[in-house]
């Protein structure tokens, strides 16, 4: 397969690159295909005889040898619809897309099954990542069924039990006095001398590729055909970026026609950069103070390209909104009661369709999908780790 780097922003292409993900007008590069080459064996038809793995997409993958995939038997999640719900709820059609049932309990297994089997083909050994959690663990499971040494920086008050299972894998466990970004500082400043490649959101072309079978996958589940509506907790933002890269390719390859759904971020109040700019209409700004949410995924002050996230939603007819902690329990409860068992984010998107239905946004003949990105088990109260905390990559050099 062809594929090449293509700057969301100004459009300039270049070949493809393993540590390049900034062009140099600021915009962010993302993987374009050959996608008439792809369309030769990738097609409907043969979809039905591959694998039920996110890998049946391989073609929109960028990986050259087979022998590289690093799979743990991800993607091809349950799409469940919830007909209870929707006689309470003013709804015709609303589905949940099961993504903690992927094999580290959260949606970024997708991402790191692409990201580590990219940084195979590339012969890397050493990877690393700051994460507020579930990218960690899935990162740690991936480098250790691929034979690669793992190192994680979480924040301090990362959910116990995924700093167990980080430690769990094998991989190099730490924790960090502050948030995600302070944990991204260390890697940055220890990158070069240790010899770490870094799949941090946006700093390497795989994980929003992985990211992007959500949305390939939503659409065949659904019979070839887009939902009215996307509702999806937002940190990083690799997800919203992914899943409409997918739908865009869908498009070019004929596969669907008809409009794009329109995109819902969730954030929680407190931690919200993404509703702000939405909101305020001017560029993205991010803002590192003041940080009061909750220690989730959507924990995130300063994603890498924020403005193309926006971008996306403004393009898409979507919106944005912040939900409070109180609201992302009752969504717990209330997914709780229909079978799922939904992390913080995963409740916090219905919380979100709640506040939509009730402004109007969403109309009963919508039809709406809501990403449960990992389940309510990895994030109960956990006391047991005696990790030393670190502040600063020289802290880290002295304790290693
Ligand atoms: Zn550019």
């Given amino acids: 397969m062809r594929y090449g780097l293509s700057c969301k922003k100004c459009g300039k292409q270049m070949a493809f690159k ?3 993900t900034k062009c140099s007008c600021g915009g962010t590069l993302l993987v374009e295909y050959d996608l008439e080459e792809a369309g030769w064996t990738l097609t409907k038809e043969n979809l039905k005889e591959r694998d039920t793995a996110m890998w049946r997409y391989r073609e929109l993958l960028p990986i ?3 022998e590289n995939i690093i799979s743990l038997g991800e993607g091809w999640t349950p799409l469940v619809r919830l007909h209870r719900a929707e006689r309470t709820l003013p709804l015709q059609k609303l589905w949940v897309k099961r993504e903690e ?3 580290t309990g959260s949606f970024k297994s997708r991402g790191f099954s692409a990201a580590v089997s990219i940084a195979k083909e590339h012969n890397i050994q050493k990877v690393t990542v700051n994460s507020n959690g579930n990218a960690g663990s899935a990162l740690a499971a991936y480098a250790g ?5 793992a190192f994680i920086f979480l924040p301090q008050d990362c959910p116990g039990i995924i700093v167990e299972e980080c430690k769990h894998y094998g991989a190099h466990t730490f924790l960090v006095d502050g ?3 302070d944990a991204g500082k260390i890697i940055v400043d220890g990158e070069k001398e240790q010899g770490w490649y870094n799949v941090g959101t946006l700093k390497e072309p795989g994980r929003v590729e992985g990211k992007k079978t959500m949305g390939l996958e939503l659409a065949e589940q659904l019979n070839w055909k887009f939902p009215d509506v996307i509702i999806y907790p937002t940190g990083g933002g690799s997800g919203i970026i992914g899943m409409w890269n997918a739908f865009q390719q869908l498009k070019q390859l004929g596969f669907i026609h008809g409009d794009f759904p329109r995109m819902v971020s969730i954030q929680e109040k407190g931690c919200q950069p993404i509703v702000n700019a939405l909101e305020s209409k ?4 991010p803002r590192t103070h003041g940080v009061r949410s909750s220690p989730t995924g959507m924990r995130v002050p300063s994603p890498p390209d924020g403005d193309l996230i926006v971008s996306i939603l403004r393009q898409s007819g979507g919106t944005a909104i912040a939900v409070t902690k109180d609201e992302i329990q009752q969504g717990k409860a209330a997914l709780g009661s229909y079978g799922i068992s939904s992390s913080p984010e995963g409740a916090a998107t219905w919380a979100g369709l709640i506040h939509l ?3 109007g946004w ?3 003949t919508d039809e709406v999908v809501l990403f449960n990105t990992s389940h309510a088990l990895k994030y109960l109260p956990w006391n047991q780790h005696h990790l030393p905390v670190i502040r600063d990559y020289q802290e880290w050099v002295k304790l290693t």
């Fill in 18 to 20: 393993i540590r390049e």
């Fill in 282 to 285: 001017e560029a993205f700004k």
């Fill in 362 to 364: 969403i109309r009963p």
């Fill in 101 to 103: 049932q992927n094999p």
């Fill in 357 to 359: 239905i009730d402004q």
């Fill in 64 to 66: 050259h040898k087979k």
């Fill in 179 to 181: 948030l995600i970004h």
């Fill in 145 to 149: 069924h691929a034979g690669m040494e």
